[in-house]
């Protein structure tokens, strides 16, 4: 710091006619320190000579690069704009150059915590709140292009979400461009990854249904529609706020919850089945997804789901004491040992399963219907016809 000191000193030293400068000059508020009757041109001086003393005594210090950086385009902003001749494009010019400085900083540093599987949420708020919109997605963009050959994509679509501060609207900003720069990253690399691809189904949804995206300008919203437009029509219905059918690999039976008490059993459920019509769908059928909170810090964990018949309101649950057969819970909340799910996406078709068990089409109930039971000897990829669901838009 004296060096630095030494450096302003020296720069000012023809200029202040008398006046002291301060022993500690606050770093972040480098004008303060000069004195009101300091020319731009002899400030920008001062600026530059900064700038070397940081290259040469503080080249990693993020915290100096940012004060400067900041320093720098107030002093643009309300002194010598770009536009202002030769000493404005010089200011402008310098900006750059620390910018570029300050980018490869924040950048590394966020690309190491990635790869060393550390959170990155207090970092991230680091970044957020003290620079601009652009250069955040730069940092964002250097950063992934950085780790992205060195981390499993789809653990790097839940590490971008620990960006997320609950309730801060900045973060909650910072991980959406965060996302979205994997995402078309990965597209520009021709890619073939379905984990990939189906978490960040899953992220995107949960960016677009979550609270605050009514605040996020229309620009990035558009952003967000243009990669969900972009995703597998199978992942889009997965997560399609109006629902969807499922129609089995075998037969194209489709699957739906009766509709009429004769079909209730035991105290709490009624009966789900195959229909026997090759891509018949209605109502009955319509089903929507809901992915269950998990522990975003743990980068291996996967998420669970719970799945709602639409015409009632009823959750899928699997039945142990009738042979693992698919019902309707009546009433009550859906419970972790029945009524979560882990979904696959293999094929462009997906998987349904509870620990060993898959959800398959089963044996005949009668002429018209097919049991929909949980079976197990299926956890090979992908598993037999009968055990795989194609989504697909329910007739009204």
């Not at 002291?20 to 731009?40: K, M, W």
């Not at 001086?45 to 503080?58: K, N």
């Not at 016809?385 to 009204?396: E, G, I, Y």
């Amino acid at each position: 710091m004296l060096h630095l000191l030494l450096i302003i000193c020296a720069c000012c030293a023809p200029l202040v006619l008398g006046e002291v400068l301060p022993l500690e000059p606050d770093f972040d508020n480098l004008q303060g320190i000069l004195p009101r009757a300091t020319s731009r041109s002899d400030k920008l001086q001062v600026f530059q000579s900064i700038w070397g003393v940081l290259r040469s005594d503080f080249v990693d210090d993020t915290d100096k690069a940012k004060g400067l950086y900041t320093q720098l385009g107030n002093f643009i902003r309300d002194e010598m704009p770009c536009i202002s001749g030769p000493s404005g494009r010089s200011a402008c010019e310098l900006q750059q150059e620390v910018r570029r400085h300050l980018k490869m900083l924040m950048s590394q540093r966020l690309a190491n915590l990635l790869n060393a599987e550390e959170n990155i949420q207090s970092y991230g708020m680091y970044i957020a709140s003290s620079i601009e919109p652009a250069l955040v997605r730069d940092i964002l963009v250097n950063a992934i292009e950085d780790v992205y050959f060195h981390r499993p994509l789809d653990g790097l679509v839940r590490q971008l979400e620990q960006l997320y501060a609950d309730r801060d609207e900045v973060s909650f900003k910072m991980m959406i461009e965060a996302e979205l720069a994997l995402y078309w990253r990965y597209q520009t690399m021709h890619d073939s990854n379905e984990l990939f691809l189906f978490n960040m189904a899953r992220v995107s949804n949960r960016i677009a249904t979550h609270h605050m995206y009514a605040s996020v300008d229309a620009g990035l919203q558009r952003r967000v529609s243009a990669l969900q437009d972009s995703l597998p029509p199978v992942l889009r219905l997965l997560f399609d706020p109006q629902g969807f059918c499922l129609l089995s690999g075998s037969d194209r039976e489709y699957l739906y919850t009766t509709i009429t008490d004769d079909w209730n059993y035991g105290l709490n459920g009624r009966q789900v089945f195959a229909w026997h019509e090759q891509n018949y769908t209605d109502s009955a059928g319509v089903i929507r997804a809901f992915v269950q909170e998990h522990n975003a810090d743990a980068a291996s964990a996967t998420p669970v789901f719970t799945l709602r018949g639409e015409l009632f309101k009823w959750y899928l649950y699997v039945d142990p004491a009738e042979g693992n057969r698919v019902g309707a819970l009546r009433s009550g909340s859906p419970s972790s040992s029945t009524s979560f799910w882990t979904i696959g996406y293999v094929d462009n078709v997906l998987i349904f399963r509870q620990r060993d068990l898959t959800m398959c089409a089963a044996e005949q109930h009668d002429e018209e219907r097919r049991r929909v039971k949980m079976l197990p000897g299926q956890l090979h990829t992908p598993p037999s016809p009968a055990c795989q669901w194609q989504p697909v838009h329910c007739a009204k």
